[in-house]
């Protein structure tokens, strides 16, 4: 077992199972890492002599390996394999029938092209799940086409509503749709892996993509559906409520939440204009949303007035929700964040990461192991998949 981030021999709650990773990029790696922090052991298949692509998607790059590539393939053995010969097909067909888990997300239709799809791992082992990350769905017109997070963020609605009014759409920063998609892969593991506990067998889950781009337009389908009015872009807030959104200060910004009526009056009263509560514009969230383009001028005009900690301070005391646009530097630093326990490696290092975002009995799972060399556990996986001698 792994040593933890919490402790020497602490027990992971996946300690024991074997997930293959025939992944590449952001979503079945970082579904793969979930995997791996919670005590899985994740064998990541990669080419020989190239690797998975994000190994140079930089810089900035540590031992020949970018940052993103580092941050998605900690605690993994790596292992090089040639899936256009008939050996390198035999070795992941071998290390499937030893496998809990199969994570793969190659070009539409490529793993079941060379030998490795759904139909001969499962049939090799029917308590293998297989898990599959498409582009745009495992049906479809679409279905064969590629796809990566900004095209899907674009082709799923989502990069419509981000920016703001009148101006180009823009990416949501984080990759939040391979991410996602890494998440669900996750759920979908745990889930067929729990039905495998009554059934015996396990089973084929499928992701994509796409279909991950929709689930993040969840409210915004019955918004259009209601109204008939497509989602406008709100820029730092939401289209729903106002205020709510980013404001300049004098230092910075700062994000002030007004979500009800109440909030809104306690605000007001903050600014030093208690008269805004009486306005008729302004009566209600629907009217303050109405009317948002009176209304976020005139309390800019009074927040950058003072810096944003200022204006924390005072919001604070009557509890209005606020927060400041802080940068990572900030992030890491911040006493909320240090409480939490959830930075990994050492301060000030060229190596620190963020933990799995949750606690179980009160312990975050983790592990402390660094993001491995292409093919470092190739002669490891191979001695274990050598014929046993006859006792």
Same mark, same amino acid.
């Given at each position: 077992?792994t040593?933890?981030?919490?402790?020497?021999?602490?027990?992971?709650p996946?300690?024991?199972?074997?997930?293959? =990773?025939?992944?590449?990029?952001v979503?079945a790696?970082? #579904?793969?890492?979930?995997l791996?922090?919670?005590?899985?052991?994740?064998?990541k298949? =990669?080419? /020989?002599?190239?690797?998975?692509?994000?190994?140079a998607?930089?810089?900035?790059?540590?031992?020949?390996?970018s940052?993103?590539?580092?941050?998605?393939?900690?605690?993994?053995?790596?292992?090089?394999?040639?899936?256009?010969?008939?050996?390198?097909? #035999?070795?992941i067909?071998?290390?499937?029938?030893?496998?809990d888990?199969?994570?793969?997300?190659q070009r539409p239709?490529?793993?079941k092209?060379l030998?490795v799809g =759904?139909?001969v791992?499962?049939?090799?082992n029917?308590?293998?799940?297989?898990?599959?990350i498409?582009?745009?769905?495992k049906?479809?017109?679409?279905?064969?086409?590629?796809g990566?997070?900004?095209?899907?963020?674009?082709?799923?609605?989502?990069?419509?509503?981000?920016?703001e009014?009148?101006r180009?759409?823009v990416?949501v920063g984080t990759?939040?749709?391979?991410?996602?998609t890494g998440?669900w892969?996750?759920?979908?593991i745990?889930?067929?892996?729990?039905r495998?506990?009554?059934t015996?067998?396990?089973?084929?889950i499928?992701?994509s993509?796409?279909?991950t781009a929709?689930?993040w337009?969840t409210y915004f389908?019955?918004?259009f559906?209601?109204?008939?009015?497509?989602?406008?872009?709100?820029?730092?807030?939401?289209?729903m409520?106002s205020?709510?959104?980013?404001?300049?200060?004098?230092d910075?910004e700062?994000v002030?939440?007004g979500?009800?009526d109440?909030i809104?009056?306690?605000?007001c009263?903050?600014?030093?204009?208690?008269e805004?509560?009486?306005?008729?514009?302004f009566?209600?969230?629907?009217l303050r949303?109405?009317?948002?383009?009176?209304?976020i001028?005139?309390?800019e005009?009074v927040?950058?007035?003072?810096?944003?900690?200022e204006?924390?301070d005072?919001?604070?005391?009557?509890s209005?929700?606020?927060?400041?646009?802080?940068?990572?530097?900030?992030v890491i630093?911040?006493?909320q964040t240090q409480a939490?326990d959830?930075?990994?490696g050492?301060?000030?290092?060229n190596q620190q990461?963020?933990?799995?975002?949750?606690t179980?009995d009160g312990?975050?799972?983790?592990r402390?192991?660094?993001a491995?060399?292409?093919?470092?556990d190739?002669d490891?996986i191979a001695e274990?998949?050598? /014929?046993k001698a006859a =006792?």
């Amino acid at each position: 077992m792994t040593d933890t981030a919490n402790g020497a021999g602490a027990d992971l709650p996946l300690s024991g199972y074997t997930v293959i =990773e025939l992944g590449h990029s952001v979503a079945a790696p970082y #579904a793969g890492l979930i995997l791996a922090e919670m005590g899985a052991e994740v064998i990541k298949v =990669e080419r /020989p002599d190239v690797g998975d692509d994000a190994r140079a998607w930089g810089p900035p790059f540590v031992d020949d390996m970018s940052a993103i590539f580092h941050a998605l393939n900690r605690h993994k053995k790596s292992i090089q394999v040639d899936l256009k010969s008939p050996e390198g097909v #035999a070795k992941i067909r071998e290390l499937a029938r030893q496998a809990d888990a199969i994570i793969q997300n190659q070009r539409p239709g490529l793993a079941k092209e060379l030998g490795v799809g =759904e139909d001969v791992l499962c049939a090799d082992n029917p308590r293998l799940v297989y898990a599959s990350i498409h582009a745009f769905g495992k049906t479809g017109p679409l279905s064969a086409r590629p796809g990566y997070d900004p095209l899907m963020q674009a082709f799923g609605g989502v990069m419509s509503t981000q920016g703001e009014p009148g101006r180009p759409s823009v990416r949501v920063g984080t990759s939040i749709i391979d991410m996602g998609t890494g998440m669900w892969t996750v759920m979908g593991i745990l889930t067929a892996l729990l039905r495998r506990e009554k059934t015996g067998t396990g089973g084929v889950i499928d992701m994509s993509l796409y279909e991950t781009a929709l689930g993040w337009m969840t409210y915004f389908l019955p918004m259009f559906a209601m109204s008939g009015k497509l989602p406008s872009k709100a820029g730092s807030g939401v289209a729903m409520i106002s205020p709510y959104q980013a404001f300049r200060t004098s230092d910075g910004e700062l994000v002030i939440g007004g979500g009800n009526d109440n909030i809104f009056r306690k605000l007001c009263g903050v600014l030093g204009h208690p008269e805004w509560v009486d306005d008729p514009k302004f009566a209600n969230n629907g009217l303050r949303v109405e009317n948002k383009p009176t209304l976020i001028p005139m309390i800019e005009a009074v927040t950058q007035t003072k810096t944003a900690q200022e204006w924390a301070d005072l919001l604070d005391d009557v509890s209005v929700p606020n927060a400041p646009v802080q940068t990572i530097d900030q992030v890491i630093t911040h006493p909320q964040t240090q409480a939490l326990d959830i930075l990994r490696g050492e301060p000030g290092s060229n190596q620190q990461f963020f933990g799995l975002p949750m606690t179980i009995d009160g312990q975050r799972p983790g592990r402390d192991e660094p993001a491995p060399a292409l093919g470092r556990d190739d002669d490891e996986i191979a001695e274990r998949l050598k /014929p046993k001698a006859a =006792e």
